[in-house]
């Protein structure tokens, strides 16, 4: 008895979940249906060739599966324009000898987005983020696994600065 008074009891607690709040921590207005990402544009001083791709993509992904949101092309309730401002490789951690223990690649991208059901969570904003590797190293065997890093961070704040009002 006590089993099928719990089952009931999680039932109504969970269908009552519906509407502004999901299990990622999104707070998302019931009137918001709808989002659209635009093609990320580079701008960047180095092109890295797939990451306007990957950073849109994930995006997407991002919001896909952490809303109810439906993708559309246009008249998007919510809409994000991105664009990739810096990809950079410096050198950090300077040894004695004048030679860097370490390398910085840094991703900087600038994002705007645009939500026609609450003007006051419009906002234009740059988020960078950055991964140190060792210097012995190429930039060619962990350029892939770097970016991915990166991008994951990148996305996550941008859904968080959109979605996600603590």
Do not use: H
Not at 29 to 50: H, L
Not at 60 to 87: C, E, H, M, P, W
Not at 152 to 159: G, Q
């Amino acid at each position: 008895m006590k089993k099928v008074t719990l089952s009931i009891v999680i039932t109504i607690l969970f269908s009552s979940c519906i509407g502004g709040y999901s299990f990622t921590g999104a707070s998302i207005s019931p009137e918001t249906k709808t989002y659209s990402v635009d093609q990320f544009q580079n701008r960047a001083s180095i092109i890295q060739p797939m990451l306007a791709s990957d950073l849109t993509l994930a995006l997407i992904n991002k919001i896909s599966s952490g809303s109810n949101l439906q993708s559309v092309n246009s008249d998007a309730d919510i809409s994000f324009k991105g664009t990739i401002i810096s990809y950079n490789i410096t050198p950090v951690s300077i040894q004695g000898d004048d030679k860097a223990a370490k390398n910085r690649l840094t991703i900087s991208i600038k994002v705007v987005c645009v939500n026609r059901k609450d003007k006051k969570m419009d906002f234009t904003q740059n988020f960078s983020k950055f991964r140190d590797y060792d210097s012995s190293l190429s930039l060619n065997d962990v350029e892939e696994a770097l970016i991915k890093q990166i991008n994951e961070e990148l996305i996550e704040d941008v859904f968080n600065k959109a979605f996600v009002n603590w």
